[in-house]
């Protein structure tokens, strides 16, 4: 392997008209505050020594590169830059922030009539626009603009425009991450040159900023020929995930993978640049999720790159690929991305279909109840796998879910083991043959569950013991109420069969509804009943309001409520404004009502 270092300075790295560019299998820009933070201090500390005529040498550590020849020109190269890239673009992100500056002094300059200064700001701004962004480059007696650095396709154009001061629009992660440290640079260079009043000054510390990228930033360059080494020592370099996220790591090995196969390639890579749009964090618990749906289990701590390279990408097993595995490929990451689509729904609570009969928004919203409002993200995997099914039977799984996650986890406090090992048994049935799956597979295992961990006596104790909490966190309070009343007319039917909601034309929301106090939360001394002050946050004295009601009543006497009541949309609220008075007895009736009717309610 011929590796040629070189130490050298960022000045001198952008001497000689160099031109750098991302490769395929390259992550996006990553830099997150905290490295652009430190990126800030070192550039202040070597400001202040430099400054203080007594310069510093920072090392940003290496570089690595692969040099190729430009056809047509004489000592012209580009660099294939395979380790080092945050750097190197934060580099050319400070340059342009420099560029900016010199600009609006320019301006400055111009309206004070110094053409002096105005010629000097002016060949600064043109020799760092050359030597940092963009320099003519003459190919047989051809002349075109080249990039000096051309980021990876995700971030190529947001790059390009933001470094001209162009206006630009974020439409990922990384490009947030691009433009924060440019801001924060931007800052930077501003509240350097802040204190002084004559554009000299200025001028003179904007040089400092140059002097101290010419001389004192330094770096080990280290150049090799052959992109074959260049994959072996990119994997070493970053091995097992420690500069590189896994979801940067299977996107740099599946375009390794398909060298040679430039459309699988391109197309790969564009999809690999939509999946990694995410911040990091969201992305691994997608692809978490995604190897649980398709594998049954989760992959082992600190190794999910090893995991999901093995069981999603079996080609890489293989000594040499024929394009049938780049076919395989292309095929597989195509199923990632649509199933990343699905994650970034499902985390929001959204629908994964079209809207049609007979589901209706009652039926989706329950979805987003459960996800959104009551936070059971653990089933994220067995509905990616539910979504091949019809979407009669993706709301059923999710009306059976909800009611068993609320019963089973949030009110009885059970271990989420169990249940999650069941939704990864689901799960794999139903990709194994999702046309002959049947809902009453999950229904006996949930029930069975229910039996065992969640009892009638055990789910009844519990509720016993639910309670408004005036420090807040009353969500599954406000939930149970509101689901008992979805479904209580089916209750007061005679509660036949699987639980339905008779009247899906009441669709109330979650964040809109609130819990209303039958006797007052704070009452006054013409309320106050020291025999009700006890049971004033207990089930029985709790109901939900209309929205548009939740303001009226307040802390009024139940006599002076009770008339509202009545003319609410909720069954339960309007069985007690029918009540004549509300007492103890009254109290503890609602209660033992609320808690028989979800005892019948809150099963698979």
């Not at 691009?178 to 930077?188: G, K, M």
């Not at 961990?453 to 939930?479: H, I, R, V």
């Not at 006599?559 to 007492?583: D, F, H, N, R």
Request: with cysteine; hydrophobic share 35%; proline share 4%.
């Amino acid at each position: 392997m011929n590796i040629e270092p070189a130490y050298t300075s960022i000045g001198n790295l952008f001497s000689y008209k160099p031109m750098f560019f991302i490769p395929k299998y390259q992550r996006a820009y990553a830099w997150n505050a905290e490295s652009v933070s430190d990126f800030i201090k070192d550039l202040k500390k070597c400001f202040e020594k430099r400054r203080s005529d007594s310069p510093v040498n920072h090392f940003f550590g290496g570089i690595l590169s692969v040099k190729h020849s430009v056809p047509g020109t004489v000592n012209q190269h580009k660099y294939e830059i395979i380790d080092g890239q945050q750097r190197i673009a934060t580099f050319t992100l400070l340059v342009a922030c420099l560029v900016k500056s010199y600009k609006e002094l320019q301006v400055e300059a111009n309206g004070l009539g110094d053409t002096d200064n105005e010629s000097i700001i002016k060949g600064r701004i043109e020799k760092l626009s050359e030597r940092f962004i963009e320099f003519s480059q003459e190919v047989q007696r051809v002349v075109t603009p080249v990039e000096v650095l051309e980021l990876s396709k995700a971030d190529r154009s947001f790059y390009k425009e933001l470094i001209r001061d162009i206006q630009t629009s974020v439409s990922r992660d990384s490009h947030n991450k691009i433009l924060y440290a440019y801001n924060s640079l931007r800052t930077t260079i501003q509240s350097i040159i802040a204190s002084h009043a004559r554009i000299e000054d200025k001028i003179d510390d904007l040089e400092i900023v140059q002097n101290i990228l010419d001389n004192d930033f330094t770096i080990l360059h280290m150049v090799t020929g052959s992109r074959e080494d260049a994959f072996r020592l990119f994997q070493v370099i970053n091995d097992r995930g420690t500069n590189l996220t896994d979801g940067d790591l299977l996107r740099a090995k599946t375009l390794e993978l398909l060298e040679g196969f430039n459309q699988q390639q391109d197309a790969v890579e564009r999809m690999w640049d939509e999946i990694l749009a995410d911040p990091p964090a969201d992305t691994k618990n997608y692809l978490n999720w995604i190897y649980e749906s398709y594998q049954g289990n989760r992959p082992q701590q600190n190794a999910l790159f090893d995991m999901f390279l093995d069981k999603f990408f079996p080609q890489n097993q293989q000594i040499s690929l024929t394009l049938h595995h780049a076919q395989q490929i292309h095929e597989t990451v195509k199923n990632i991305h649509e199933d990343i689509i699905k994650c970034r729904k499902l985390i929001k609570g959204q629908w994964l279909y079209s809207k049609q009969q007979p589901i209706t928004g009652w039926d989706i919203t329950r979805l987003n109840i459960l996800l959104v409002e009551l936070g059971h993200d653990l089933s994220i995997p067995l509905f990616l796998a539910a979504a091949k099914l019809d979407h009669r039977l993706f709301s059923e799984i999710v009306q059976i879910v909800e009611r068993t996650f609320f019963r089973y986890k949030i009110i009885c406090n059970q271990h989420a083991t169990p249940l999650k090992g069941i939704y990864y048994q689901e799960s794999l049935a139903i990709r194994q043959d999702p046309n002959s799956y049947t809902i009453s597979n999950i229904k006996t295992k949930l029930q069975n569950l229910i039996s065992t961990k969640a009892t009638d006596s055990t789910f009844k104790n519990a509720l016993n013991m639910l309670e408004y909490k005036e420090s807040g966190g009353n969500k599954p309070l406000k939930y149970f109420l509101m689901t008992v009343e979805y479904y209580y007319q089916w209750y007061k039917n005679g509660a036949a069969g699987v639980p339905v909601c008779v009247d899906k034309s009441r669709v109330y929301d979650f964040a809109g509804t609130s819990i209303e106090h039958v006797y007052p939360r704070n009452s006054g001394s013409s309320v106050l009943d020291s025999n009700l002050e006890p049971l004033k946050n207990t089930l029985g004295n709790l109901t939900i309001m209309d929205p548009g009601q939740n303001t009226l009543g307040g802390n009024d006497p139940f006599m002076c409520k009770a008339p509202l009541y009545q003319q609410s949309s909720v069954l339960l609220t309007q069985e007690i404004g029918s009540k004549t008075t509300w007492t103890q007895i009254e109290i503890n009736d609602q209660k033992e009502l609320l808690i028989d009717a979800a005892l019948k309610i809150f099963i698979p």
